[in-house]
Protein backbone atom coordinates (compact mmCIF):
# COMPACT_ATOMS: atom_id res chain seq x y z
CA UNK A 1 0.00 0.00 0.00
CA UNK A 2 0.79 3.68 -0.50
CA UNK A 3 3.06 4.84 2.34
CA UNK A 4 3.18 8.33 3.41
CA UNK A 5 5.83 9.53 5.77
CA UNK A 6 6.36 12.51 8.22
CA UNK A 7 9.06 14.17 9.60
CA UNK A 8 9.32 15.13 12.78
CA UNK A 9 7.36 13.01 14.82
CA UNK A 10 7.37 15.31 17.95
CA UNK A 11 8.78 19.13 18.33
CA UNK A 12 9.22 21.31 20.98
CA UNK A 13 9.67 24.69 20.50
CA UNK A 14 9.55 28.24 22.06
CA UNK A 15 6.92 30.69 21.75
CA UNK A 16 7.70 33.06 18.45
CA UNK A 17 9.93 30.46 16.77
CA UNK A 18 8.98 29.23 13.46
CA UNK A 19 8.92 25.25 13.00
CA UNK A 20 8.99 23.07 9.67
CA UNK A 21 7.47 19.96 9.19
CA UNK A 22 8.05 17.59 5.70
CA UNK A 23 5.69 14.67 4.66
CA UNK A 24 6.97 12.50 1.92
CA UNK A 25 5.00 9.85 -0.32
CA UNK A 26 7.40 6.93 -0.32
CA UNK A 27 5.92 5.30 -3.27
CA UNK A 28 3.95 7.14 -4.94
CA UNK A 29 3.81 10.19 -6.63
CA UNK A 30 1.26 12.82 -5.06
CA UNK A 31 0.25 15.88 -7.13
CA UNK A 32 -1.70 16.22 -4.20
CA UNK A 33 -1.38 16.25 -0.25
CA UNK A 34 -3.75 17.75 2.49
CA UNK A 35 -2.67 19.07 5.48
CA UNK A 36 -4.93 18.50 9.14
CA UNK A 37 -4.05 19.47 12.59
CA UNK A 38 -6.08 17.61 15.36
CA UNK A 39 -6.51 19.10 18.55
CA UNK A 40 -7.34 16.87 21.62
CA UNK A 41 -10.46 14.70 21.60
CA UNK A 42 -11.64 16.84 18.58
CA UNK A 43 -11.61 15.50 14.72
CA UNK A 44 -9.45 16.32 11.92
CA UNK A 45 -9.81 19.53 10.55
CA UNK A 46 -8.48 20.22 7.20
CA UNK A 47 -6.36 23.20 6.82
CA UNK A 48 -5.03 23.39 3.29
CA UNK A 49 -4.51 21.65 0.14
CA UNK A 50 -1.29 21.34 -1.14
CA UNK A 51 -1.25 21.15 -5.08
CA UNK A 52 2.19 20.23 -6.85
CA UNK A 53 3.65 23.42 -8.75
CA UNK A 54 0.91 25.60 -7.32
CA UNK A 55 -0.06 27.97 -4.75
CA UNK A 56 -1.69 25.74 -2.05
CA UNK A 57 -5.63 26.48 -0.99
CA UNK A 58 -6.78 27.42 2.13
CA UNK A 59 -9.18 26.57 4.39
CA UNK A 60 -11.61 29.35 5.97
CA UNK A 61 -10.12 30.80 8.68
CA UNK A 62 -6.57 29.35 8.57
CA UNK A 63 -4.15 31.63 8.46
CA UNK A 64 -2.00 31.85 4.82
CA UNK A 65 0.99 33.83 5.95
CA UNK A 66 0.88 31.81 9.41
CA UNK A 67 1.03 28.32 7.85
CA UNK A 68 3.48 28.16 4.94
CA UNK A 69 2.91 25.57 2.54
CA UNK A 70 5.46 24.73 -0.32
CA UNK A 71 4.99 21.51 -2.70
CA UNK A 72 7.68 21.73 -4.75
CA UNK A 73 7.89 18.08 -5.86
CA UNK A 74 5.93 15.54 -6.41
CA UNK A 75 7.01 13.50 -3.13
CA UNK A 76 6.94 16.56 -0.83
CA UNK A 77 5.05 19.13 0.90
CA UNK A 78 6.12 21.41 3.84
CA UNK A 79 4.15 23.21 6.28
CA UNK A 80 6.04 25.63 8.23
CA UNK A 81 4.57 27.42 10.84
CA UNK A 82 5.59 30.65 11.55
CA UNK A 83 5.93 32.39 14.97
CA UNK A 84 4.30 29.70 16.94
CA UNK A 85 2.44 30.51 19.92
CA UNK A 86 1.21 28.24 22.56
CA UNK A 87 -1.98 27.74 20.98
CA UNK A 88 -0.52 26.43 18.03
CA UNK A 89 0.26 23.02 19.72
CA UNK A 90 -1.04 19.97 18.26
CA UNK A 91 -0.98 17.07 16.45
CA UNK A 92 -0.49 17.82 12.65
CA UNK A 93 -1.60 15.15 9.77
CA UNK A 94 -0.47 15.03 6.56
CA UNK A 95 -2.21 13.01 3.97
CA UNK A 96 -1.29 12.69 0.40
CA UNK A 97 -4.07 11.36 -2.27
CA UNK A 98 -2.38 8.63 -5.20
CA UNK A 99 -3.88 9.37 -8.39
CA UNK A 100 -3.75 6.01 -9.57
CA UNK A 101 -6.02 4.63 -6.76
CA UNK A 102 -9.03 6.46 -7.24
CA UNK A 103 -10.08 9.06 -4.39
CA UNK A 104 -8.61 7.64 -1.12
CA UNK A 105 -6.16 9.41 0.99
CA UNK A 106 -2.93 7.80 2.77
CA UNK A 107 -2.17 9.32 6.12
CA UNK A 108 1.57 10.17 7.50
CA UNK A 109 1.88 9.36 11.05
CA UNK A 110 1.61 12.84 12.13
CA UNK A 111 4.13 15.37 13.72
CA UNK A 112 2.70 16.85 17.43
CA UNK A 113 3.98 20.22 17.98
CA UNK A 114 4.43 21.73 21.31
CA UNK A 115 5.10 25.29 21.87
CA UNK A 116 6.38 26.23 24.93
CA UNK B 1 -21.95 24.00 4.42
CA UNK B 2 -21.09 19.82 3.25
CA UNK B 3 -21.19 18.10 6.66
CA UNK B 4 -20.68 14.69 7.92
CA UNK B 5 -22.59 13.89 11.20
CA UNK B 6 -21.37 11.03 13.54
CA UNK B 7 -22.39 10.03 17.30
CA UNK B 8 -19.49 10.85 19.11
CA UNK B 9 -20.16 8.01 21.91
CA UNK B 10 -18.29 5.86 23.34
CA UNK B 11 -20.31 3.17 21.52
CA UNK B 12 -19.32 0.28 24.55
CA UNK B 13 -19.58 -3.28 23.04
CA UNK B 14 -18.75 -6.81 24.66
CA UNK B 15 -15.82 -8.84 22.99
CA UNK B 16 -17.50 -10.77 20.47
CA UNK B 17 -20.36 -8.30 19.72
CA UNK B 18 -21.33 -6.52 16.69
CA UNK B 19 -20.18 -2.99 16.56
CA UNK B 20 -22.40 -1.13 14.85
CA UNK B 21 -21.17 3.02 13.78
CA UNK B 22 -23.32 5.03 11.86
CA UNK B 23 -22.92 8.27 9.91
CA UNK B 24 -25.19 10.57 7.81
CA UNK B 25 -24.41 13.58 5.20
CA UNK B 26 -26.02 16.25 4.30
CA UNK B 27 -24.49 16.69 0.40
CA UNK B 28 -27.88 14.86 -1.23
CA UNK B 29 -24.91 14.26 -4.06
CA UNK B 30 -22.24 12.88 -2.52
CA UNK B 31 -20.64 9.81 -3.83
CA UNK B 32 -17.60 8.16 -1.99
CA UNK B 33 -17.69 7.08 1.32
CA UNK B 34 -15.05 5.94 3.73
CA UNK B 35 -14.23 4.19 6.97
CA UNK B 36 -11.25 5.55 8.74
CA UNK B 37 -9.88 4.10 11.93
CA UNK B 38 -7.66 6.19 14.38
CA UNK B 39 -6.10 4.97 17.80
CA UNK B 40 -5.16 7.74 20.09
CA UNK B 41 -1.95 9.34 19.41
CA UNK B 42 -2.11 7.82 15.98
CA UNK B 43 -2.98 9.57 12.78
CA UNK B 44 -6.01 7.58 11.02
CA UNK B 45 -6.01 4.12 8.82
CA UNK B 46 -8.21 3.58 6.20
CA UNK B 47 -10.78 0.30 6.57
CA UNK B 48 -12.90 0.96 4.03
CA UNK B 49 -14.36 2.88 1.31
CA UNK B 50 -17.88 2.26 -0.41
CA UNK B 51 -19.30 3.47 -3.78
CA UNK B 52 -22.70 1.71 -4.07
CA UNK B 53 -25.87 0.97 -2.24
CA UNK B 54 -25.68 -2.15 -0.48
CA UNK B 55 -22.97 -3.69 1.66
CA UNK B 56 -19.72 -3.87 1.09
CA UNK B 57 -17.90 -7.09 2.80
CA UNK B 58 -13.70 -7.20 3.86
CA UNK B 59 -13.14 -9.80 6.66
CA UNK B 60 -15.33 -8.80 10.06
CA UNK B 61 -15.75 -5.69 8.64
CA UNK B 62 -19.29 -4.43 6.48
CA UNK B 63 -19.65 -1.18 5.29
CA UNK B 64 -23.51 -0.43 4.34
CA UNK B 65 -24.70 2.51 1.88
CA UNK B 66 -27.83 3.70 1.88
CA UNK B 67 -28.15 7.03 -0.42
CA UNK B 68 -31.62 7.66 -0.17
CA UNK B 69 -31.47 8.31 3.48
CA UNK B 70 -27.94 9.55 3.05
CA UNK B 71 -26.71 7.43 5.52
CA UNK B 72 -23.38 5.14 5.87
CA UNK B 73 -22.56 2.21 8.59
CA UNK B 74 -19.93 0.57 9.61
CA UNK B 75 -20.37 -2.74 11.31
CA UNK B 76 -17.53 -4.70 13.09
CA UNK B 77 -18.56 -8.49 13.50
CA UNK B 78 -16.43 -10.42 16.41
CA UNK B 79 -15.52 -7.29 18.32
CA UNK B 80 -12.04 -7.49 19.81
CA UNK B 81 -10.54 -4.97 22.56
CA UNK B 82 -7.85 -3.90 19.59
CA UNK B 83 -11.12 -2.65 17.52
CA UNK B 84 -11.05 -0.01 20.74
CA UNK B 85 -10.51 3.04 18.46
CA UNK B 86 -12.06 6.17 17.45
CA UNK B 87 -13.64 5.61 14.18
CA UNK B 88 -14.04 8.55 11.22
CA UNK B 89 -16.75 8.90 8.72
CA UNK B 90 -15.57 10.68 5.92
CA UNK B 91 -16.85 12.04 2.20
CA UNK B 92 -15.47 12.63 -0.40
CA UNK B 93 -16.22 16.15 -1.87
CA UNK B 94 -15.60 17.39 -5.42
CA UNK B 95 -15.54 21.04 -5.19
CA UNK B 96 -14.92 23.34 -8.70
CA UNK B 97 -11.69 23.88 -8.35
CA UNK B 98 -10.17 21.14 -5.57
CA UNK B 99 -11.41 17.73 -4.02
CA UNK B 100 -11.22 16.83 0.13
CA UNK B 101 -12.83 14.43 2.04
CA UNK B 102 -15.13 15.87 4.59
CA UNK B 103 -14.73 14.01 8.28
CA UNK B 104 -16.82 13.43 10.55
CA UNK B 105 -16.40 14.01 14.12
CA UNK B 106 -16.00 10.53 15.01
CA UNK B 107 -17.28 7.54 17.35
CA UNK B 108 -15.30 6.16 19.99
CA UNK B 109 -15.55 2.52 20.40
CA UNK B 110 -14.73 0.84 23.44
CA UNK B 111 -14.94 -2.83 23.18
CA UNK B 112 -14.69 -4.75 26.82
CA UNK B 113 -13.29 -8.46 27.50
Known amino acids: GAVVSQHPSWVICKSGTSVKIECRSL??????MFWYRQFPKQSLMLMATSNEGSKATYEQGVEKDKFLINHASLTLSTLTVTSAHPEDSSFYIC????????????FGPGTRLTVT | QKEVEQNSGPLSVPEGAIASLNCTYS??????FFWYRQYSGKSPELIMFIYSNGDKEDGRFTAQLNKASQYVSLLIRDSQPSDSATYLC?????????????FGSGTRLLVRP
Open chain 2, 27 to 32: DRGSQS
Open chain 1, 27 to 32: DFQATT
Open chain 1, 95 to 106: SARDPDSSYEQY
Open chain 2, 90 to 102: AVFDRGDSSYKLI
